[in-house]
């Protein structure tokens, strides 16, 4: 069977398995989305964001970038969040790292794989910035691990600082940005107890430098 072949006929049970167990849904689907969640996270294919938290088409706003960044210069990643704040009136926004990442990983051992070392870079910095505290870490999955994490409060920040979630707060929109990370290894999501409601919430964030224990 060709590959696309196998695409196509997964996809007509898939549609035939969703009309039987709800009824009406296409039909309500093609007329409009009103996610509540805009969803931050890698391109990693083990990772559907969907799936993952059991969510339905239609329930959840999507974009994936390598290593889940979130970088002010990457108009499409500022796109979506100006499009899913400002038209769909998403009231949360989760940016979602995990375990086992490749493009943390490569950040982290300096490892060269090309046009992406470029877009890697921002992970570098932020290893970087946070170097004394992975070096007392002292094996290597465990400092891997922790800068997962770490990559994740990063973006949480870089996000609260975005144009459009600046103004949404600045008129009293109802917003909150979270940061997650997920476990390829036993497909649990943590909760890294950063989160981000306000100006001053984002501030507090930094000055901590680090998420809740946990």
Aim: proline share 5%; net charge negative.
């Amino acid at each position: 069977m060709d590959p696309l072949d196998r695409l196509l006929a997964n996809n007509r049970e898939w549609a035939a398995r969703m009309k039987k167990e709800h009824p009406g849904f296409f039909d309500a689907l093609k007329d409009q989305q009103s996610p509540e969640y805009l969803w931050i996270g890698c391109s990693d294919s083990r990772v559907p964001a969907n799936e993952i938290v059991g969510l339905l088409p239609g329930e959840l706003f999507v974009h994936r970038t390598v290593a889940n960044l979130v970088v002010p210069s990457d108009l499409n990643c500022v796109s979506v969040i100006q499009f899913a704040v400002d038209v769909l009136r998403v009231k949360h926004i989760i940016v979602c790292g995990h375990y086992g990442c490749s493009g943390v990983r490569a950040a982290l051992r300096e490892d060269e794989i090309g046009v992406a070392d470029n877009w890697l870079m921002h992970v570098r910095h932020t290893r970087d910035r946070h170097e004394a505290e992975l070096d007392g870490l002292g094996p290597d999955d465990a400092r891997f691990r922790r800068l997962c994490e770490i990559n994740v409060v990063e973006q949480v920040q870089n996000v609260a600082h975005t144009t459009p979630v600046q103004h949404a707060w600045r008129v009293g929109q109802e917003l909150t940005i979270h940061g997650l990370i997920y476990g390829v290894e036993d497909g649990l999501l943590k909760d890294l107890g950063i989160r981000a409601a306000s100006r001053t919430e984002v501030t507090e964030i930094r000055r901590r430098g680090k998420p809740e224990p946990g």
